[in-house]
């Protein structure tokens, strides 16, 4: 059974700093291209960053670019996202993804990922 994890999430002031984690187990995502999203209350998922298979492409929203950094450890099959200066507009329940073994590149819709963790919140104080 395919299972994606996400922890590290929690209640930070704004400012801070937090890293998110996916573990992947089932079957390895080292082939797969993988994303993070995130949903506010009364709001539609939306994306946040994702990386190529490789972690040689990234591509980050806007409102996160220069704050959120993704990362991969394939060894480990996992998935990061560095989180900084964090703002009271990022709370929002994290998910991360993973699309089907060969696709490999960067997806920026939820409907390109097939596998999706159960989430982390994440909430800043302002």
């Known amino acids: 059974q395919v299972q994606l994890v996400e922890s590290g999430g929690g209640l930070v002031q704004s400012g801070d700093s937090l890293r998110l984690s996916c573990v992947a187990s089932g079957r390895s995502f080292g082939r797969s291209g993988m994303g993070w999203f995130r949903e506010a209350p009364g709001k539609e998922r939306e994306f946040v960053a994702t990386i190529s298979w490789d972690g040689k492409n990234t591509q980050h929203a806007a409102s996160v670019k220069g704050r959120f950094g993704i990362s991969r450890d394939n060894a480990k099959n996992t998935l990061y996202l560095n989180m900084s200066t964090l703002r009271p507009e990022d709370t929002a329940v994290y998910y991360c993804?993973?699309?089907?073994?060969?696709?490999?590149?960067?997806?920026?819709?939820?409907?390109?990922?097939?596998?999706w963790g159960q989430g982390t919140q994440v909430t800043v104080s302002s």
């Open positions: 993804a993973a699309r089907t073994v060969g696709f490999t590149g960067i997806a920026l819709t939820p409907g390109s990922y097939v596998y």
